[in-house]
């Protein structure tokens, strides 16, 4: 059999195969970030299709980091049993589920547009314009996001979840404070690697505090920025991040990019090509030079054939998969019946599609309505 169907250990956690579903945000919460029975619906079916590891959409750890007003969120102890039915649906089906915890940072589009509180990690870094400035993070401001993301992660683990993932890239907060583009910072939580890290390294210390010694807590990496010309996250960078962070014992690196520019949006779209597949593999291989724990890699993996190229060579332990399963939730299902060997997603842009009324729908624009998850 081929090692992609094959179990994988993550700490105590063990996965059936190796193909995870990347966190995807899917616009099915209420403005206080309280989820619907079509969330849980979701995971059910999800986890139905064989998915090794689900990992939720992002959800917020205090208002103040809220991006959509549909996201999910894990603020408040109160949201701890709807998460309960959710990972009792998943673990009914035998899967495995893992929640993502996020603070959007001044990419926080929601708490930019609303009345709160909005903040950003330097004033004079590369920001967002939503046509309101932020507050710039004081200490008093940062221990305290620390200590939200502690105490997520352990309505996380009263909720059920096999583990809890940091979201540590796509520019929002952790990724916000790593990149040198956006932390102009001249205290200890700026300048040097060391310093622009050190959130990071006390976001997994507050966590680790808040769960038990045998609770996965991963991360998804931004490891490096794609941003030209610019004095940005380098991969080398990203290695040293990793190396620290293996330190402190994350169980699973799932590689990602930090901040992006139109070029990297570019690569994003049309994978037509096995060629176009897993456009981050280089930095894959350079963080696998870098630690040893088991690493994970997104973007763009589109056929069973690269899947098990990257699982087989070494590279990574397993792979995330994030907009095909928006279309083929049973896609992992598909591939291990040999009933096909690719996805369908042609990685359009059309993953987010607005109702007449303006409600976002995340589902494939190219399937009948009906059939998509999430309508
Ligand atoms: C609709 C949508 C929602 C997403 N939501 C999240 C999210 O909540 N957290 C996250 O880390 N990445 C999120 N992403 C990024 C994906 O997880 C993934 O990193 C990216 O789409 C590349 O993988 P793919 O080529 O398999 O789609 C989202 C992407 C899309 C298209």
Redesign the pocket.
């Known amino acids: 059999m081929s090692k992609v169907f094959e179990p994988l250990e993550i700490g105590k956690l063990n996965i059936p195969n190796r193909f995870v579903r990347?966190?995807?945000?899917y616009a099915l919460s209420d403005v206080n970030g309280y989820i619907s029975d079509e969330s849980v619906e979701l995971m059910k079916t999800l986890a139905e299709g064989e998915v090794g590891l689900i990992i939720t959409?992002?959800a917020f750890v205090s208002k103040q980091g809220q991006v959509f007003p549909d996201m999910n969120g894990i603020d408040e102890d109160d949201h701890i049993s709807a998460y309960q039915k959710m990972t009792r649906a998943v673990h009914e089906r035998k899967g495995k589920i893992v929640m993502?915890i996020a603070h959007g940072g001044a990419q926080a589009t929601f708490a930019a547009k609303g009345e709160g509180d909005y903040v950003a990690v330097s004033l004079n870094g590369d920001l967002p314009d939503f046509g309101r400035k932020p507050r710039e993070l004081t200490d008093v401001d940062i221990i305290g996001i620390i200590e939200s993301f502690g105490q997520a992660a352990r309505r996380v683990q009263a909720s059920g979840f096999d583990g809890v993932q940091i979201?540590g890239?796509?520019g929002y907060l952790v990724s916000e404070f790593l990149s040198p583009t956006t932390n102009h910072r001249k205290d200890k939580w700026g300048g040097s690697l060391e310093n622009r890290m050190r959130f990071l390294i006390e976001v997994i210390r507050s966590i680790k505090k808040q769960v038990s010694n045998d609770f996965p807590v991963m991360i998804?990496l931004g490891c490096r920025d794609y941003l030209d010309g610019t004095d940005s996250l380098t991969i080398e960078e990203g290695k040293q991040v990793a190396k620290a962070i293996e330190k402190e014992g994350i169980a699973l690196i799932e590689i990602?990019h930090g901040r992006v520019d139109k070029n990297f949006r570019k690569m994003?779209e049309k994978i037509n090509s096995v060629e176009k597949e897993a456009f981050m593999l280089d930095d894959a291989k350079a963080i696998r030079s870098a630690v040893s724990i088991p690493l994970c890699l997104?973007?763009?993996?589109r056929t069973l054939s690269v899947a098990e190229k990257l699982v087989g060579s070494g590279v990574v332990d397993c792979i995330s998969?994030?907009?095909?399963f928006?279309r083929e939730p049973d896609l992992v299902k598909q591939f291990k019946k040999s009933a096909k060997t690719t996805a369908d997603c042609i990685?359009c842009r059309g993953?987010?599609n607005r109702d007449d009324e303006g409600k976002l729908h995340?589902c494939c624009r190219h399937l009948e309505k009906s059939k998509a998850v999430g309508k």
């Open positions: 990347s966190a995807t945000y959409g992002y993502q979201h890239a796509h998804k990602s994003m997104v973007g763009g993996i998969i994030c907009r095909p928006i990685s993953c987010m995340i």
